[in-house]
């Protein structure tokens, strides 16, 4: 796939299009709407809670234990973000992780909403790939922990984004920034959905988690919020959910749909997640950064035309020496008989 611009990300197809009125039912998707061009060939990095202003633990190459603040952790974690292209993927997977084209952030940015956190977030990301340590573009969210009197996090990403939410494409993949989410996020992705239509594959990005621990007391969990949700998304191709706040490491089915929960810089699941998305294909790594560096859990399936009954779909979690915490598979308390739906 040729190189895509950040100016191609941004303007032609961002689709920031703010919607302030909630609707209670998502209208049916077009019988088909664009068709897919085919060449797809996208890879993203993926993180949350990065908690600026917060302290963690953080184990060294030398397998000792060290208190260092967060944004220490981060350093080291953009040093990995910034040369894993051409990493080999596991050998369940094969291949090599390509340039990424961009980094998708699902909130939680800081620890108090402050705006010292804030630019020390700016300062250390950029946005574009050339003002922080960070070499590529930069598409974040933000988390309950950034919902502040102030709202100095807000405000900047309205500034940096235009919106809270906002989508674009890479190719035929159509990724949408959501927000927490809340109801007027709701809104834009029933405004958004529509005219991408049934073919074209969709990943969605947001802070909450849908179900399992820390989900009940947010969104999600209030009122009708999880039916609404799921009626936003019928009939589309969506083919990925990723989400940080429960600060765990590992994926889940819910109505049908792999969510991916992406660990977290404030406590013991420090990885991210090199997403790549091809024709037929989706590939979720998950790229530990503690102690020895290597890959964590990888799961690979097929997509779109080759999505077919029975085809080959890898799970697999590999042994890492030195993290503080294990993957989260299976997910905790996401079991559909014990969960509201």
């Known amino acids: 796939m040729r190189p895509i611009s950040r100016v191609a990300l941004l303007l032609p197809a961002f689709s920031l299009v703010a919607a302030f009125a909630c609707a209670c039912r998502a209208a049916d998707p077009p019988a088909s709407g664009p068709a897919r061009k085919g060449h797809l060939d996208a890879t993203f990095l993926v993180t949350a809670d990065l908690h600026f202003g917060a302290r963690t633990i953080l184990t060294t190459t030398q397998k000792e234990d060290a208190s260092v603040t967060c944004e220490d952790a981060q350093k080291l974690m953009i040093a990995q973000m910034n040369a894993i292209e051409g990493q080999p993927y596991p050998r369940e997977v094969g291949g090599k992780a390509s340039k990424a084209l961009g980094l998708l952030i699902a909130g939680d940015l800081t620890d108090d909403g402050d705006p010292d956190e804030w630019q020390s977030f700016v300062a250390l990301y950029g946005l574009s790939g050339k003002e922080g340590l960070l070499k590529m573009p930069v ?11 102030g709202a100095a996090v807000s405000k900047g990403i309205i500034q940096r984004h235009q919106a809270e939410h906002y989508s674009w494409d890479a190719g035929d993949l159509h990724i949408v920034c959501l927000g927490e989410p809340n109801d007027d996020d709701l809104a834009f992705l029933l405004k958004d959905l529509p005219a991408v239509g049934r073919q074209r594959p969709v990943v969605i990005y947001f802070h909450y988690s849908v179900v399992g621990p820390y989900s009940d007391d947010y969104w999600f969990g209030k009122a009708d919020h999880r039916d609404r949700f799921a009626a936003a998304l019928r009939g589309y191709n969506v083919v990925a959910l990723f989400h940080g706040h ?54 690979s399936k097929p997509i779109n035309d080759a999505a077919r009954p029975g085809a080959a779909e890898t799970l697999k979690v590999y042994p890492h020496p030195g993290a503080h915490a294990r993957p989260c598979i299976p997910h905790p308390l996401t079991d559909s008989t014990r969960l509201p739906r």
Request: negative net charge; glycine residues 12%.
């Open 246 to 299: 429960f600060h765990g490491s590992g994926c889940y089915k819910w109505r049908g749909y792999d969510v991916y929960d992406v660990g977290a810089v404030k406590h013991g699941s420090k990885d991210f997640i090199v997403l790549h998305v091809t024709d037929d294909r989706l590939t979720v790594a998950a790229w530990n950064y503690e102690g020895k560096p290597g890959w964590w859990w990888a799961h």
């Open 139 to 149: 598409f974040e969210t933000l988390g309950n922990h950034d919902r502040q009197p």
